[in-house]
């Protein structure tokens, strides 16, 4: 089955940030169907923009341009800790492979002082390649992802509105 195949993929689309983040949530890498829609956490499963439009208490966004609205406003940058691997789908267990991605720029041409992984395979990643250059610890936080079926919508929100400060919940220039 073609699906039990490795494929070599090299990170679609850019990450999303400007000179005001002063948070950064990072990934592992795009799932099949984000990479397909060439923006963060696109399957229609996934629960991270449930999350995080609770936490900010925000409208649900639907389209791409309300959710980057949406995290510009609150300051909040997304990225991935994987710039290419070879994978199989979207299953995390499968990685080999790993190019990290280089997170400088982001830190250089922003404000952000917090990082958050957004799951365990993010943090393993991030604490490997990415930790000792930035010199940020990172809050690894229970993955967003439909397989991590063990966390509700509400138990992520309990979990990840403890790592996202007030500062980032009011709208400010």
């Known amino acids: 089955m073609a699906t039990d195949r490795y494929e070599h993929i090299v990170h679609p689309f850019p990450p999303l940030y400007d000179e005001k983040s ?21 399957h229609p499963q996934n629960r991270f923009w449930k999350v995080m439009s609770q936490i900010l208490a ?30 199989i789908g979207s299953s995390d267990s499968s990685i080999k492979n790993v190019v990290p991605t280089d997170l400088t720029h982001i830190i250089s041409g922003s404000r ?4 958050i992984c957004n ?11 990415q930790q000792n250059v930035l010199g940020i610890e990172p809050a690894i936080l229970p993955s967003t992802s439909p397989a991590n079926a063990a966390f509700s919508v509400e138990r992520l ?9 007030d500062a980032c919940k009011n709208k400010f220039p």
Not at 119 to 129: D, L
């Open 22 to 42: 002063e948070i950064l949530i990072l990934g592992s890498l795009p799932s099949v169907k984000s990479r397909e829609q060439k923006f963060f956490y696109g």
């Open 119 to 129: 799951g365990k395979t993010s943090g393993k990643y991030y604490m490997k390649y």
């Open 112 to 115: 952000v002082n917090k990082v």
């Open 157 to 165: 929100v309990d979990n990840w509105s403890v790592e996202i400060p």
């Open 58 to 87: 925000e409208e649900l966004p639907l389209t791409i341009d309300d959710k980057k609205a949406m995290l510009h406003a609150h300051h909040i940058a997304l990225w991935d800790t994987i710039y290419s691997c070879d994978i």
